[in-house]
């Protein structure tokens, strides 16, 4: 279903993400073999040989990329230190994740409508995720994270590759506003 491509990214970023992670709806594992490179992480260098245009959607980059690797403390510290409404997405996401779905659900009422909320529902849809409506509501993916987090049931599973789908686009497009492509 997925069409990540981790290279796409350059060969910093895509040493982070070769490891395909399918995270759990909780907090999960951080993972401590990727944290000397996280914490060594310069994005300057991480994106070059593209400059930097948008400096916020460079830290939101970073910010995911904690979170891809399970360090949500981390991520919650660069994340709530970006004043846009994508910091306030990946802010959001850090809190379903922990799981603070009250907190999440505030931080979702900053984000508004994102520009991912259109290609995630049709991904979610996709994915066999049934929703009461044609566009993205993150307050319902919340509510059911919190009902099927932890049951092994097929729903969670479903769940977790929703939250995956929703993470890669989220990504992408924050790439793309950093580097202004």
């Not at 490891?19 to 944290?35: D, I």
């Not at 049934?130 to 599973?157: A, N, Q, V, Y």
Request: charged share 25%; aromatic share 10%; proline share 8%.
């Amino acid at each position: 279903m997925s069409d990540f491509d981790p290279n796409a990214y350059g060969p910093v970023l895509a040493e982070l993400l070769r490891e395909r992670r399918l995270h759990p709806l909780g907090p999960g594992q951080p993972n401590q073999a990727a944290r000397p490179l996280l914490e060594s992480l310069s994005m300057e260098k991480a994106l070059a040989p593209r400059p930097i245009r948008d400096s916020h959607m460079a830290a939101a980059c970073h910010a995911g990329l904690w979170l891809y690797h399970d360090f949500l403390d981390e991520s919650h510290i660069i994340s709530q230190g970006i004043p846009t409404t994508t910091g306030s997405y990946w802010h959001g996401i850090m809190h379903r994740r922990e799981p603070d779905p009250s907190n999440a659900a505030y931080w979702f009422r900053r984000v508004g409508d994102h520009p991912i909320f259109e290609a995630l529902a049709g991904e979610a849809r996709a994915l066999g995720l049934r929703l009461h409506s044609d566009h993205w509501d993150p307050f319902e993916f919340i509510d059911l994270c919190e009902k099927h987090r932890g049951t092994g049931s097929p729903e969670e599973m479903t769940l977790r590759r929703v939250q995956q789908r929703e993470w890669e686009l989220l990504f992408d497009w924050c790439f793309r506003q950093a580097v202004g492509g």
